[in-house]
């Protein structure tokens, strides 16, 4: 072994290994996901009516259960992360400039940070009854909640 390639012990990196971590979440996020797309996919598509039931209603009666709010929640975050994390370890691999790459990677970070936070609040918030108009499909619905159009 030369010199050269030998690293001391008082040189080498102490803390953290982000980009270990980083690997590491790529790999469980990924199988995560496969289940929670699949699901997705398979409750979506292939339950009830398939295709023809997915409409404005069937979204508003999915986003009124808490269960399947978290579902899409945790599969958009993951997604955004993992997407994130992705294009993250693309720019550090074909970017040379130091200052390019710190930019772009501040940016693919700040646009997974800004959907996550627009996508959380649209399934939270999602409101089906807002902007209701008489004859609508969910006039029934939002009527039993004490909703009327205007």
Not at 23 to 30: D, V
Not at 34 to 56: E, K, P, S, T, W
Request: aromatic share 12%; with cysteine; hydrophobic share 55%.
């Amino acid at each position: 072994m030369s010199a050269q390639t030998a690293v001391p012990a008082a040189r080498r990196q102490r803390g953290i290994n982000l980009e270990k971590w980083g690997w590491l979440f790529m790999r469980g996020s990924g199988v995560i996901l496969v289940v929670l797309i699949f699901g997705h996919l398979f409750v979506n598509l292939m339950l009830g009516d398939g295709i023809r039931a997915l409409d404005f209603g069937f979204v508003a009666g999915k986003f009124a259960t808490p269960f399947w709010q978290w579902w899409d929640v945790l599969m958009l975050w993951l997604a955004l992360i993992h997407g994130a994390n992705g294009m993250r370890t693309i720019v550090n691999d074909y970017v040379t400039n130091e200052r390019a790459r710190k930019t772009l990677v501040w940016a693919v970070g700040l646009a997974a940070a800004l959907l996550i936070i627009l996508g959380t609040l649209v399934v939270f918030t999602f409101d089906p009854c807002l902007g209701l108009t008489e004859g609508s499909a969910l006039e029934e619905v939002c009527a039993a909640q004490g909703i009327f159009p205007n």
